[in-house]
C-alpha cells in the first residue's frame, strides 16, 4: 500500500502557455538548447508580468517580471531585460539579472546558461562552481548534475569532474541514488557511478522520489520502484500521478481528482488541472488560472493568464498588464 500513497515529487512538468517560463516549467527556464541568441526582450513577454502571491491569494510581490520561476531553496528565478537572476523572499536581487537561461536552485545549486551560451552552475552566492562549458544541464540532486556534451549526457560533481561520462542519449537528475538515463529510445536507471541498476524498457521515466519513478511502459502508465518493478495506475492521467494523497485525472474533456483508491473526490469540472503542492493546486477554468484546496474549493479565483505552484508559501502568476 505504501508504493500506492508514494507521493512523487514534481519535477515535472507543466504545459503552460501565455506567460509560460521558457520550456513550461516551474524549475528551468527551458526544456531543451537552442543555437539561436534571443531578442535583448522577448516578445512573447509584452504585454504581461510576473509576481508572487502567498497563501491567501494576496500580493507579496507586485507583478513587475518579465517571467519567473517558482521558489526553491529560498530563490526564485526572475527575468528583467531579456536576462535572469535570482531574488530572495523581500524581492531583492541577490544574484544579478546576468543569464540567457536559469534552473531553479536545489540543494543550494543552479544550472545557468551564461553569455557563451554554454551551461554551468552556481552556488547560492552566485559563484560558478561548474564552469559554463556543456552544450545543456538540468536540475541538480543527490550532489551530481546531469550534462550533455558532444550530443551525449552525463553526470558532473560539484568540483566540476564527470563523475560519470557523457554516453546516454539523455538524462535527468538523481533522486533517491538514481538517475533516469535513455539507450536507444528507451529509458532505465544508473547509479552515481554510472552502473546501469534498471534496463532501459520505459518510453519515459521520471527522477525517483520517495522510491518511486512516474513512468510510461509499453503505452501505459504508471510507478516503478527501484527495481524497476512496474505497477500500472490506469485510473490516472497519462501526465500525472499522486501528490498529497491526490491525482488529477481527465474524463470527457474535463479534469477532477481522485484518491489513492481511484475513487473521484474532486469531481471533473476543470478544464485543466495540476498536482497538489503545499495544499493548493493550480487550475484553469475559462482560460484563466486559480487554485483549489484539497476539498476542490476555489480558494483563489482564476483571474490569472499563468500561474505556477505554491512552493515555500508563495506562488508565481502572471497577469496581462496595459503598457
Known sequence: MQFFLASVVLISIFLLTGCSAGGG??????????????????????GKRWGFINWDGGTLIEPKFERALSYSDGFAAVKQGGKWGFIDKTAEMLIPAQYTEVGSFKDGVAAVRA???????????????????????????????????????????????????????????????????????????VDKSGALKVTPVFESAESYSDGVSEVHKDGQFGFADSNGNFQLREELASRSAYSEGLAPVKKEGSWGYVDDKGEIVIKYRFDDAEKFSEGRARV????????????????????????????????????????
Open 25 to 46: 516549467s516551474s524549475t528551468s527556464t527551458t526544456g531543451s538548447s537552442t543555437a539561436e541568441k534571443p531578442a535583448e526582450v522577448d516578445p512573447a513577454d509584452a
Open 115 to 189: 553569455e557563451n551560451w554554454k551551461w554551468g552552475y552556481i552556488d547560492a552566492t552566485g559563484a560558478t562552481i561548474v564552469k559554463p562549458e556543456y552544450d545543456d544541464a538540468k536540475a541538480w540532486g543527490d550532489g551530481l548534475g546531469p550534462v550533455k556534451l558532444n550530443d551525449k549526457w552525463g553526470f558532473v560533481d560539484k568540483t566540476g569532474n564527470l563523475v560519470v561520462q557523457p554516453t546516454y542519449e539523455d538524462a535527468k537528475s538523481f533522486g533517491d541514488g538514481f538517475a533516469p538515463v535513455r539507450v536507444k529510445d528507451k529509458w532505465g536507471f
Open 284 to 323: 484553469k477554468l475559462n482560460n484563466k488560472y486559480g487554485y483549489i484546496n484539497k476539498k476542490g474549493k476555489l480558494v483563489i479565483k482564476p483571474k490569472y493568464i499563468d500561474a505556477l505552484p505554491y512552493s515555500d508559501g508563495r506562488a508565481a502568476v502572471c497577469l496581462k498588464i496595459d503598457e
